[in-house]
């Protein structure tokens, strides 16, 4: 089982950045695909961006490609999620999961991941 604990969120201006952590407990985070997801009030929980066990192989939602990057440091047993050039629409509480898998392509479903941290509230101001 792991724990995950997100950090980083806060106010930004559009146009400007924030970097999240996800610190995860656990022996075994070098086993775990790691996911980013997002929810604005009254909306479903949205698919944001992913990252495979070895940290080599990524996803990400049409409506972050080329702005977020996700990373992972397994020595730090922690998962980041860079936002840059950040939007009004990508305000919510960004949610860190954690999926069982080996595979190189990390999950994009929320369905597929079996543990997932409290969140943590990104707002953008315009």
């Known amino acids: 089982q792991v724990q995950l604990v997100e950090s980083g969120g806060g106010l930004v201006r559009a146009g400007g950045s924030l970097r999240l952590s996800c610190a995860a407990s656990?022996?075994?985070?070098?086993?775990?695909?790691l996911g980013w997801f997002r929810q604005a009030p009254g909306k479903e929980r949205e698919f944001a961006a992913a990252i495979d066990w070895s940290g080599v192989a990524t996803n990400y939602a049409d409506s972050v490609q080329g702005r977020f990057t996700i990373s992972r440091d397994n020595a730090k047993d922690t998962v980041y999620l860079q936002m840059n050039s950040l939007k009004p629409e990508d305000m919510g509480v960004y949610y860190c999961e954690a999926d069982v898998d080996l595979s190189s392509n990390p999950p994009v479903v929320a369905v597929a991941y079996d543990y997932w941290g409290q969140g943590t509230q990104v707002t953008v101001s315009t």
């Open positions: 656990g022996r075994t985070f070098h086993r775990y695909s």
